[in-house]
């Protein structure tokens, strides 16, 4: 039986929903560019002229009638306000429509009444990343690359080696060494070019946009590429259709370089300029103490600083964040707030959150959990917000964290009698 929901419906994902892109703009001085295949960021303003795609939106056919009757259960339900031209370069890999869970029991324990989980874990390659990733091959391909590269500490790569490997694209993707094994054995999985860089995080990126300008790789990057923010924005449109229109009033996630929460932010915006809502939610930003530039700015109100990061939570290991402007504007503008959390309450987030929901996150998953929860210990949430934690990857990517939390099993041997004693133990 075919599956009407599947991913056999994506090749008929009508051409005719697309939208034009009016032009990009520069978030640092407002420059715009038509959209061309060599256009990356500002020309006046360098790596921190990041672009961001507009929409013909008066253009946009797109409506909760329209998108009730739809039924496609993905990202590509949101076609109308993604940015690509044709509809025949989307990859088949299923990406989106995650699971939004009222987490009853774990409200509960934080003493709040309508506390959500938007488990991203979920997607195909474990990770909120492959809501760009799944931008990033279609239009590579639309714009006649056969090569992609991309620079992570994990899950962007492994995300877009899926995604690439799903298209048929070959990819170069540099990864610091000290990456956790299980991305890395993903990405060789799925049959990536993989490039250890003996270095940092920031080292790798450097190093991957200047290959790709040498060698016309397309570069998946997500604060240089526009493109790929506009993936990320399908959280937001996600929520706030699974909540049958009320927007919730407040959103956690984690930060790195800050392209997913800036992303998350803009849709809730442009729901809203298209009249579908009515408001933003506040979007709160959580990042590790030992790599929190970020936060910091935002405490401050100053430019960020770059730091040497130093935690568990890989993902957010961003000692200079790429997209600090955006995500920082994201989050004031919208009444959010950034904290910080350890990575001893990150760890016991992933038990919390695990036991509490069924929901296995990875360290950088569930710091935005430990956030909300250092948030209601300040007394700054309401037991009736309604509050959503998007848990970004899954925990089977970070099995040496889990571990340190995990606990041991009993190791027995398979007689009644040593069950017993087992049991005894326990009581
Ligand atoms: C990349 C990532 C983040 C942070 O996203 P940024 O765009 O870098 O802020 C959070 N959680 C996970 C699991 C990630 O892979
Ligand atoms: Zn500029």
């Known amino acids: 039986m075919i599956d009407q929901h599947s991913l056999v419906s994506r090749g008929r994902r009508d051409a005719r ?11 640092e001085c407002g420059k715009r560019y038509q959209p061309s295949p060599d256009l990356y960021v ?10 961001d795609v507009s929409y013909a939106y008066d ?5 909760r009638e329209s998108l009730a009757a739809d039924p496609e259960r993905s990202i590509w339900r949101y076609l109308p306000l ?20 009222h987490a009853r029991r774990l409200g509960e324990q934080l003493g709040l009444r309508q506390l959500y989980i938007k488990d991203d874990g979920r997607n195909p390659t474990g990770s909120f990343k492959d809501r760009a990733s799944a931008l990033g091959v279609a239009k590579g391909r639309e714009f006649g690359r056969r090569t992609i590269t991309c620079a992570s500490t994990g899950n962007a790569a492994s995300s877009l080696a899926g995604f690439a490997a799903c298209a048929g694209v070959e990819t170069y993707i540099f990864v610091p060494a000290g990456a956790p094994e299980a991305k890395v054995t993903q990405l060789l999985v799925y049959g990536a070019h993989v490039l250890l860089v003996d270095g940092s995080y920031d080292e790798a990126y450097y190093l991957c946009n200047e290959a790709a300008e040498r060698f016309g790789w397309y570069n998946r990057n997500c604060a240089i590429n526009p493109y790929l923010i506009e993936g990320k924005k399908t959280v937001g449109f996600e929520i706030c259709e699974q909540f049958d229109w009320v927007v919730p009033d407040r959103v956690i996630m984690a930060v790195g370089d800050g392209c997913s929460i800036a992303g998350a932010a803009k849709a809730f915006r442009e729901l809203m300029q298209l009249g579908l809502t009515d408001r933003v ?4 930003g959580v990042q590790a103490e030992g790599c929190a530039p970020l936060t ?3 405490e401050r109100n100053e430019e960020p600083v770059t730091l040497r990061p130093q935690t568990l939570a890989d993902s957010i290991a961003v000692g200079e964040p790429r997209n600090a402007r955006k995500a920082l504007d994201a989050i004031r503008s919208s009444g959010g707030t950034m904290v910080s959390v350890s990575d001893e309450a990150i760890l016991e987030a992933m038990t919390f959150l695990a036991r509490a929901t069924g929901v296995f ?10 956030g909300l929860r250092q948030l209601v210990e300040r007394g700054e949430i309401d037991p009736d917000e309604r509050v959503v934690v998007v848990v970004t990857g899954n925990g089977l990517k970070d099995i040496k964290s889990a571990q340190r939390v995990a606990g041991t099993a009993s190791h027995i041997r398979p007689v009644l009698a040593d069950v017993e004693r087992v049991l005894e ?3």
Do not use: K, N
């Open 17 to 27: 929903l697309l939208t034009p892109i009016a032009y990009l703009a520069c978030v």
């Open 59 to 63: 253009r946009a056919h797109i409506s």
């Open 296 to 298: 910091l700015a935002f």
């Open 425 to 427: 133990g326990m009581a």
């Open 361 to 370: 996150g990875e360290p950088a998953g569930t710091a935005a959990l430990a």
């Open 82 to 101: 993604l940015p690509i031209t044709q509809t025949e370069t989307i990859p088949d890999l299923h990406v989106g429509w995650t699971p939004l869970y």
């Open 281 to 284: 939610p506040r979007m709160t």
């Open 42 to 51: 500002c020309h006046d303003c360098g790596l921190r002229g990041i672009l």
